[in-house]
């Protein structure tokens, strides 16, 4: 069985900067990608970034492009979100997911197949 756990959410202050990292256990073969999603209450999950296992490809969603970024570990089964110059808006639930076959559609949350719990993340002054 996979599981998914993220680490590294926390407070920040604006225009400071944060990683967090998910990292797979269990039967993970069935991994073709993994990909970050973000959710405020009252809204859907939004897709934040994606990779790759076997080949690293990334894939950041456009409003974030140039704040955020993604990378994965293969061998550590871990992936990574970086990011920067963080703004009150992007205070949010961070969730890491797994998906089974790469789809243009990354950031649609219907093609993960497992989610990890969950990380906080808050900017604020």
């Known amino acids: 069985q996979l599981q998914l756990v993220e680490y590294g959410g926390g407070s920040v202050q604006p225009g400071e900067s944060l990683m967090l990292s998910c990292v797979a256990s269990?039967?993970?073969?069935?991994?073709?990608?993994m990909a970050w999603f973000r959710q405020t209450p009252g809204e859907e999950r939004e897709g934040v970034a994606a990779?790759?296992?076997?080949?690293?490809?990334?894939y950041v969603a456009d409003s974030l492009q140039g704040r955020f970024a993604v990378n994965r570990d293969k061998d550590k089964r871990t992936i990574y979100l970086h990011m920067y110059n963080l703004r009150p808006e992007d205070t949010a639930l961070y969730y890491c997911?797994?998906?089974?076959?790469?789809?243009?559609?990354?950031?649609?949350?219907?093609?993960?197949?497992?989610w990890g719990q969950g990380t906080q993340v808050t900017v604020s002054s």
């Open positions: 269990g039967d993970t073969s069935a991994i073709n990608y």
């Open positions: 990779v790759t296992i076997t080949r690293g490809r990334r």
């Open positions: 997911a797994a998906s089974a076959s790469f789809a243009a559609d990354w950031y649609v949350a219907s093609n993960a197949f497992a």
